[in-house]
């Protein structure tokens, strides 16, 4: 399979460390507040790929990691709002304890992805009654379940002579690695002094760019809610250490693929391969793969701080949350996607045109067409060219071939789309049948008969009062086929 690997800075043919099977680490959500539509970008673009790695033959091992410990800010040790972190400030404020919070937050990320259809990281389905409390038996790792991993690789580092402690922290110093800068190619002398100058919180740390691996309870962060013993003091980890521990912890110290979005390249995923080389001697990460962002018309980031939309506000505007999915699914991870509702509203006449022309084939399945099964073969394989795929499907759904042989394909390609179109399917299988509600019959017969004498408009007046009455009509070659709504 082809990605963009951005260490490479092009599109590679993906070669795994074991043939035939993939690991794969996903920076996850961080659970202080729920998921923005920005987020879900992220984890419908790693879905598809993970599903597509299946459909094209891999084993997937894979872990998506939660960040629930407090101290997790994006750019900056010492967060925007210097002193206060953003797990106690929002228990603060909920009135609750962080911990809480973030089993909160889990439980709203797992309403998220079910919504979505988004598989857990272990391959599997997310059941229903999945919460908090059994996420880590499907592939999910939680930070504060990592705090020894986290401590063992600092003290690696500590050992090789890549940290240095201040009162305050334990620092990683940057200088040691010569090509800390290889995503950005910034000089490091370069790299955000302007954004750093103003800050001076520790006056003992050396460089700008070095970054806190280890933080302690002490000076601004004396009543710091969550904290773990360690062989530095009483305190709590810097944000980057999670995912070297947590990735190298399950995955081996050397696996293939690493993604995030682009805005973890300068400082996160920076951080990360520094911390890899300073504890285990080589980079840990084989490809880093990076998910292109949401952005408004004004072409600004969709992120939490621009109050974007969560999943659930979407669904009371009424749409599905598989609108959202098909958006996201149609436009490549590498390609910017300008959300509007304009853009929703398309996605989700798209994706129910796809599920009406789904329905119009029938229930009988045949076999898969293989010429086409091979083209869509070749568009996961092409850098997950996924609008490709989408104008292959509709193009297979307008050949020749019998509907029940494009049924079996389409049913196949859902493996990776996730749209549920199975389950459309059988919804259909709620057929209403003649004699069980006169009105509807009389609609029903009255329809036929303006459809064949080409009276359209009142065909279509009539659908109207048919769905008013809880009921869908679709057109088939084989006649109208009624269902519940
Ligand atoms: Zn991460």
């Given at each position: 399979m082809k990605l963009y690997s951005t260490l490479d800075k092009k599109i590679v043919e993906i070669q795994p460390n074991k043939e035939g099977e993939i690991s794969m680490y996903n920076c996850g959500p961080t659970v202080?507040?729920?998921m923005h539509l920005g987020n879900i970008r992220a984890y419908v673009n790693w879905d598809i790929l993970h599903r597509a790695l299946l459909y094209l033959g891999y084993q997937v091992k894979r872990v998506m990691n939660i960040t629930d410990v407090g101290h997790m800010t994006s750019t900056d040790d010492f967060g925007d709002d210097f002193g206060t972190d953003k797990m106690d400030k929002q228990a603060e404020k909920e009135g609750i304890q962080p911990i809480d919070i973030a089993n909160k937050y889990i439980d709203t990320v797992l309403d998220d992805f079910r919504a979505l259809d988004i598989i857990a990281p272990n391959g599997k389905e997310i059941p229903n009654d999945l919460t908090h409390e059994k996420v880590s038996e499907f592939g999910w790792t939680r930070a504060t379940e990592y705090i020894n991993q986290m401590i063992e690789v600092v003290k690696r580092m500590e050992e090789?002579?890549?940290?240095?402690?201040?009162?305050?922290?334990?620092?990683f110093d940057v200088t040691k690695i010569p090509d800390y800068n290889i995503f950005t190619g910034q000089k490091l002398d370069e790299k955000k002094v302007g954004a750093r100058e103003d800050v001076g919180i520790d006056p003992e740390k050396r460089n700008p760019a070095d970054f806190v691996l280890w933080m302690k309870k002490v000076g601004k962060y004396d009543n710091h809610l969550m904290n773990w013993p360690s062989p530095w003091g009483e305190g709590f980890p810097g944000w980057h250490i999670e995912c070297s521990a947590m990735g190298t912890s399950i995955l081996g110290e050397r696996f293939d693929i690493?993604?995030?979005?682009v805005d973890h390249i300068p400082v996160h995923h920076s951080n990360e391969r520094a911390q890899n080389i300073g504890a285990f001697g080589h980079p840990v990460v084989k490809y880093w793969i990076h998910n292109e962002w949401l952005v408004n018309k004004e072409d600004e980031k969709i992120s939490k701080s621009k109050g974007a939309d969560s999943l659930p506000e979407i669904v009371k505007l009424g749409y599905d949350p598989l609108d959202i999915r098909y958006l996201f699914l149609s436009v490549n991870y590498r390609t910017k996607i300008s959300f509007s509702m304009e853009a929703l509203d398309g996605a989700k006449n798209s994706r129910k045109a796809l599920l009406n022309k789904v329905r119009e084939l029938g229930q009988e399945k045949g076999k898969l067409l293989e010429k086409y099964v091979e083209a869509f073969k070749d568009d996961l394989d092409n850098n997950l060219n996924m609008s490709g795929a989408l104008a292959l499907i509709n193009e297979m759904l307008k050949s020749e071939n019998s509907s029940e042989d494009k049924?079996?394909?389409?049913?196949d390609?859902?493996?990776?789309?996730?749209?549920?179109?199975n389950q459309a399917i059988s919804e259909d299988?709620?057929?209403?049948?003649e004699g069980q509600n006169e009105e509807l019959d009389s609609l029903l017969r009255q329809r036929i008969e303006a459809k064949s004498s080409k009276d359209y408009l009142k065909a279509d007046a009539l659908r109207k009062e048919i769905e008013e009455l809880g009921f869908k009509v679709i057109d088939t070659s084989q006649g109208q086929i009624v269902s519940k709504n």
């Open positions: 202080y507040y729920r090789r002579g890549f940290t240095y402690e201040t009162k305050q922290a334990i620092y690493h993604t995030g979005g049924l079996a394909t389409i049913l390609f859902d493996r990776v789309l996730g749209l549920n179109l299988s709620q057929e209403y049948k």
